[in-house]
């Protein structure tokens, strides 16, 4: 690094040869989980989707890009594709305007409870999905579940409602389910970003006689927009990720109407409850393009997104 | 919102709520927000203390007759016990692995200069923006192909990959801004660069390393579907999601064992979250600001 501010010595060859060799073994540990977990499966799926492979122990035969032939053909590819992303559309934008209020409610530092109140909105977060497919399952149940319950005792519907047995709802349903589930991480990274406020600006704000509402719309979040860039990055992605919501809820059901992508690569790879053979190949092939249909979009949110910022600053 | 208002300083313009009102209505309102977003969760534990029977019949959230003997038949007959333990292990060993191997990836690339640096950036960034879900065939290829497709280690080891990217960004950022000083001093007395990472910078890097734990803890804890795809074929390494999942699936109708189950699953991480919460988000805080 610095090492030439020091006097030269005559072992400095040998002793900047080890510095650089402990760098790189510095980064032993770190290579291995991120070789094994993170880069050989993107590279890997190329490859597999170009096989037809019944398991990890049979044998793969190369099939070029059949596979990818089939999948264009597939309808239900393409509705577990469209559901996928209906669902981020759905959730995305209500999860991070809720999170936003909830944090700015939540920033004041003279409110009382309000680390209480921060872990009762993160309890959802550290709840595992198969725990939350249970209660919600007995929640929504359209036998004497306490949300059919309370509507009918309401007078809000006449009929149970069978939120997660109708086809037409279920996806909906998930969707609620899933802003209620995570929230709490959204509102956390816009808790952090809050901190990055300088309080100086809130006392100057003070002292021109400006009002909380003001200083909230016209001070806070113009300064944590950038924020809002990564932040909407990182929720896009994580909603693409519902396949343990969905598995544990419905498992794509009913008649498919909530298979998302996830779950429908699951099920071509590893379910033989239809008592259909596994196809790895396959569900690599439908993986990677979507996968790829992702990154497309993403860095064409970068560029819009840098387009706007750009903009913004002409002003 | 309501910072403008922390001294008792008049506004010049007349509101319709003063800022001490104004808070107590803020108050009102999260404290019934927050009692309908956990209303799910206090129903289940109130569930798991009724017998099967006074789960519906009985609507109150307080049992008439509580009884714990769901907790004994979820713990005993349905294995929640060895599932307990099976992801406690995973969680424990992968948050280890993920700790170190993150924080010592993280001192190299914040603070050293080395050829290959900027491609190791270049490839831990464009990773981050690809979803991870669709990548689990070729991990579980890769565990079957070292003879760790159906075991416990299999699992934690896969787990380590989760959110490791930004675990390293995050300490990276931390590291790259801390002042020279410290290390130029450690080197001046000697001090070698193992020694000055564990001795000195580890330690300084105490919020990060709260963070990581909490989020990677979180992460195994909850992770569903690699542990579900390893277990298939062997029950017996099944981790609380799976267990509590497959419990569903088997005994469809015994809602108290589940809600027991469900419980005994979601105690530590709650009870870890809240005594790690405030340096989890002041970590973060600082993360963002680096």
Do not use: C, H, M
């Given at each position: 690094m610095t090492d030439a501010a020091l006097p030269a010595r005559p072992h400095r060859k040998a002793r900047r040869m080890r510095q650089t060799a402990l760098v790189y073994l510095f980064l032993v540990p770190g290579m291995m989980v991120f070789g094994a977990f993170i880069l050989w499966p993107l590279v890997a799926s190329e490859w597999y989707s170009l096989l037809d492979w019944s398991g990890f122990d049979a044998n793969p035969v190369f099939v070029g890009l059949a596979n990818y032939r089939e999948l264009l053909g597939d309808s239900y590819f393409w509705d577990a594709f469209r559901r996928s992303f209906i669902f981020m559309l759905a959730t995305v934008p209500a999860q991070m305007a809720i999170s936003l209020v909830l944090a700015v409610m939540l920033?004041?530092?003279?409110?009382?409870?309000s680390s209480l109140y921060r872990t009762l909105i993160f309890l959802p977060v550290v709840t595992p999905v198969a725990v939350i497919g249970i209660v919600m399952t007995l929640m929504l149940?359209?036998?004497?579940g306490p949300v059919n319950m309370a509507l009918l005792d309401w007078g809000l519907t006449q009929r149970t409602i069978d939120f997660l047995g109708s086809p037409r709802l279920v996806l909906w349903t998930l969707a609620v389910i899933y802003i209620w589930k995570w929230v709490g991480v959204t509102m956390v990274y816009w808790l952090a970003a809050l901190?990055?406020?300088?309080?100086e600006l809130f006392e100057a704000a003070r002292l021109d006689g400006v009002t909380g509402r003001q200083v909230t719309m016209y001070i806070v979040l113009p300064m944590i927009a950038p924020f809002a860039v990564v932040i909407a990055l990182i929720s896009a992605i994580s909603a693409m990720n519902v396949f343990p919501l969905v598995q544990a809820m419905t498992q794509g059901g009913p008649f498919y109407s909530s298979e998302v992508m996830e779950v429908y690569i699951f099920r071509t790879a590893f379910a033989s409850a239809a008592g259909t053979v596994p196809r790895l190949g396959y569900a690599s092939a439908a993986g990677v393009f979507f996968g790829l249909s992702i990154m497309v979009l993403t860095v064409f949110q970068i560029l819009a997104l840098r387009q706007a910022r750009r903009q913004g600053g002409d002003q | 919102m309501t910072t403008a208002s922390r001294t008792p300083m008049r506004r010049r313009r007349p509101s319709l709520l003063s800022p001490r009102r104004r808070r107590l209505v803020v108050s009102i309102l999260l404290a019934a927000l927050c009692a309908a977003w956990i209303y799910p969760m206090l129903w289940m534990v109130s569930a798991s203390l009724k017998t099967n029977a006074a789960i519906f019949a009985d609507p109150?959230?307080?049992?008439?007759?509580?009884?714990?003997e769901n907790y004994f038949r979820a713990w005993t007959e349905a294995r929640i016990g060895a599932y307990f333990f099976n992801t406690l292990f995973v969680t424990i060993g992968s948050v280890i692995i993920v700790t170190v191997a993150a924080a010592m990836m993280g001192y190299v690339l914040g603070r050293r200069q080395f050829p290959g640096r900027g491609l190791i950036f270049g490839l831990l960034v464009f990773t981050?923006?690809?979803?991870?879900?669709?990548?689990?065939i070729p991990v579980l290829g890769l565990l079957s192909a070292v003879g760790l497709g159906q075991s416990l280690w299999g699992v934690m080891l896969a787990t380590c990959g989760g959110s490791f990217v930004i675990f390293v960004m995050l300490f990276a950022g931390y590291f790259n801004q801390m002042p020279d000083e410290l290390e130029e001093a450690a080197r001046m007395d000697g001090v070698g660069m193992v020694k000055t990472f564990w001795f000195v910078m580890l330690p300084l890097s105490q919020p990060i390393i709260v963070t990581v734990i909490v989020m990677q803890t979180l992460y195994a804890w909850n992770d569903f579907l690699l542990p579900l795809v390893v277990t298939l074929a062997n029950?017996?390494?099944?981790?609380l999601s799976v267990g509590v999942y497959a419990f569903k699936g088997e005994n469809f109708v015994d809602w108290g064992g589940m809600t027991a189950a469900s419980t005994i699953s979601i105690l530590p991480v709650v009870i870890l979250f809240l005594f790690l919460q405030r340096y989890f988000i002041a970590g973060l805080a600082g993360a963002v600001k680096g």
């Open positions: 920033n004041d530092k003279l409110l009382k409870l149940s359209p036998f004497n901190q990055t406020v300088p309080a | 109150g959230l307080i049992p008439s007759e509580p009884t714990i981050l923006f690809v979803p991870q879900g669709y990548t689990i029950p017996a390494i099944r981790t």
